[in-house]
């Protein structure tokens, strides 16, 4: 058994196709069959069930998949190790981040990330909070900053806080709920909600649609965007909407969860060491979130 059979094992049962897995790979679809079937051979057991040109793990299949993961998990985080260990830096690093905070601070971020580290190649890539989390337990970014919704007990990332972020349930100026002194429970299910949504858990009670009546969307800049040109409802983060509050354009809702708080975190991979460029960029979104 090695490392690139249960790779091809792993890829296979995520995709529940040889071919798919072999473009996700960019390796020989023959290849990587016959890698599968020196797999089960050793084991002498089969770990697919084939239904049409669809794959699907036999019982066998879904007692090992878990430990198969770990193992290259565990490989990774080795390979990263011995990285460190011989002072190798990053040449090209990816980011992934909400859009809790303002572009304009991203893009200061990024221009003084590039003057002060210029042997690393830095990549942001905007996401779904609630997508953070599985975006570094797979490896597909290095790390990843946002408000943290999940709280999950996930062994392969480390949740770092940075900050306290104010959450406010917003509707627009002119928008009858503004107009309220105090608004119960009845009257928000009974208004259009713009909600936030992501791939990776569908089932978050914490990001359950209040109304009954909703939209949802993958950013708070399109929740924001909703609830200024439609009559909607929803809650977003306070530092992406101070100008708004301020012009007086939205109105926090009188609500008993009118305003709650929720953690902005550094999510980085289990047992990586926080690189110099990393350190200097959660101090300055603990900065920022300590200033505002």
Same mark, same amino acid.
């Given at each position: 058994?090695?490392?690139? =059979?249960?790779?091809?094992?792993?890829?296979?049962?995520?995709?529940?196709?040889?071919?798919?897995?072999?473009? =996700?790979?960019?390796?020989?679809?023959?290849?990587?069959?016959?890698?599968?079937?020196? $797999?089960?051979?050793? $084991?002498?057991? +089969?770990?697919?069930?084939?239904?049409?040109?669809?794959?699907?793990?036999?019982?066998?299949? %879904?007692?090992?998949?878990?430990?198969?993961?770990?193992?290259?998990?565990?490989?990774?985080?080795?390979?990263?190790?011995?990285?460190?260990?011989?002072?190798?830096? +990053?040449?090209?690093?990816?980011?992934?981040?909400?859009?809790?905070?303002?572009?304009? *601070?991203?893009?200061?971020? +990024?221009? =003084?990330?590039?003057?002060?580290?210029?042997?690393?190649?830095?990549?942001?890539?905007?996401?779904?909070?609630?997508?953070?989390?599985?975006?570094?337990?797979?490896? =597909?970014?290095?790390?990843?900053?946002?408000?943290?919704?999940?709280?999950?007990?996930?062994?392969?990332?480390?949740?770092?806080?940075?900050?306290?972020?104010?959450?406010?349930?917003?509707? %627009?100026?002119?928008?009858?709920?503004?107009?309220?002194?105090?608004?119960?429970?009845?009257?928000?299910?009974?208004?259009?909600?713009?909600?936030?949504?992501?791939?990776?858990?569908?089932?978050?009670?914490?990001?359950?649609?209040?109304?009954?009546?909703?939209?949802?969307?993958?950013?708070?800049?399109?929740?924001?965007?909703?609830?200024?040109?439609?009559?909607?409802?929803?809650?977003?983060?306070?530092?992406?909407?101070?100008?708004? $509050?301020?012009?007086?354009?939205?109105?926090?809702? %009188?609500?008993?969860?009118?305003?709650?708080?929720?953690?902005?975190?550094?999510? *980085?991979?289990?047992?990586?060491?926080?690189?110099?460029?990393?350190?200097?960029?959660?101090?300055?979104?603990?900065?920022?979130?300590?200033?505002?």
């Amino acid at each position: 058994m090695n490392l690139s =059979q249960i790779e091809a094992f792993c890829t296979i049962a995520d995709t529940g196709s040889i071919s798919e897995a072999a473009r =996700q790979l960019d390796c020989n679809r023959t290849k990587l069959s016959m890698s599968l079937k020196s $797999l089960e051979k050793e $084991l002498n057991t +089969a770990l697919f069930t084939r239904t049409g040109n669809h794959l699907s793990l036999s019982e066998a299949g %879904k007692a090992i998949y878990k430990d198969c993961e770990h193992i290259l998990y565990t490989a990774n985080r080795i390979k990263l190790t011995c990285s460190q260990a011989t002072e190798e830096f +990053a040449a090209e690093m990816w980011i992934a981040r909400d859009d809790s905070l303002p572009d304009t *601070l991203w893009h200061d971020i +990024a221009t =003084q990330l590039n003057h002060l580290f210029p042997n690393t190649s830095f990549n942001l890539v905007l996401a779904s909070s609630g997508d953070l989390t599985n975006l570094v337990a797979t490896a =597909q970014v290095d790390l990843a900053f946002g408000v943290d919704y999940e709280q999950l007990d996930e062994p392969r990332v480390v949740y770092q806080p940075l900050g306290k972020i104010r959450m406010m349930s917003v509707c %627009k100026s002119t928008h009858p709920l503004a107009t309220v002194k105090r608004v119960y429970d009845d009257e928000l299910r009974k208004s259009m909600q713009a909600v936030m949504v992501y791939l990776t858990e569908k089932d978050n009670p914490s990001l359950e649609p209040f109304s009954r009546r909703y939209i949802g969307f993958s950013s708070f800049e399109y929740i924001l965007n909703t609830i200024l040109s439609d009559s909607a409802w929803g809650v977003l983060p306070e530092p992406l909407i101070r100008s708004h $509050l301020r012009s007086q354009t939205l109105t926090v809702i %009188k609500h008993t969860y009118g305003l709650t708080q929720e953690d902005f975190c550094m999510f *980085l991979p289990s047992g990586v060491k926080e690189s110099p460029a990393v350190t200097w960029l959660s101090d300055k979104l603990s900065e920022f979130l300590f200033d505002f």
